[in-house]
Nanobody
Framework: VQLQASGGGLVQPGGSLRLSCAASGIISSIYDMAWYRQRPGKQRELVAAITSHGNTNYADSVKGRFTISRDNAKNTVYLQMNSLKPEDTADYYC?????????WGQGTQVTVSS
C-alpha cells in the first residue's frame, strides 16, 4: 500500500496550491481519506477529511480557504488550498482509513512566505 503525496512547494501569502494524494494497493473509494499537517514545533493536526460517501469536514483554521475532494476513478484525493497564509506552512500528510486499516503517506512540504 502506498499513498503518494505531491504538489507542495513555496508560495507567497495569498497564493494557492493543490496537493494530490495518489493511492495504490488499496481500493481507496471505500476508505475515508484525510489531510493532516505538522507545523514546525507543533503536533500533527487534522486539516480536512472526506468520507467514502463524500462528506467533508475541515479544521476551523482552513474553513472557506481549503477544499478536499476525491476522484475514485483515479484513486486520488486532493486538497485545494487558497488564500494561503504563513501559518499554513507545514508538512502535509495524506491518510487513509477503513475498518481496522489505516495508512499514512509521506509528507509534502508547503512553505508560505514572501
Amino acid at each position: 500500500v502506498q499513498l503518494q503525496a505531491s504538489g507542495g512547494g513555496l508560495v507567497q501569502p495569498g497564493g494557492s496550491l493543490r496537493l494530490s494524494c495518489a493511492a495504490s494497493g488499496i481500493i481507496s473509494s471505500i476508505y475515508d481519506m484525510a489531510w493532516y499537517r505538522q507545523r514546525p514545533g507543533k503536533q500533527r493536526e487534522l486539516v480536512a477529511a472526506i468520507t467514502s460517501h463524500g462528506n467533508t469536514n475541515y479544521a476551523d483554521s482552513v474553513k472557506g480557504r481549503f477544499t478536499i475532494s476525491r476522484d475514485n476513478a483515479k484513486n486520488t484525493v486532493y486538497l485545494q488550498m487558497n488564500s494561503l497564509k504563513p501559518e499554513d506552512t507545514a508538512d502535509y500528510y495524506c491518510h487513509a482509513q477503513w475498518n481496522i486499516y489505516d495508512y499514512w503517506g509521506q509528507g509534502t512540504q508547503v512553505t508560505v512566505s514572501s
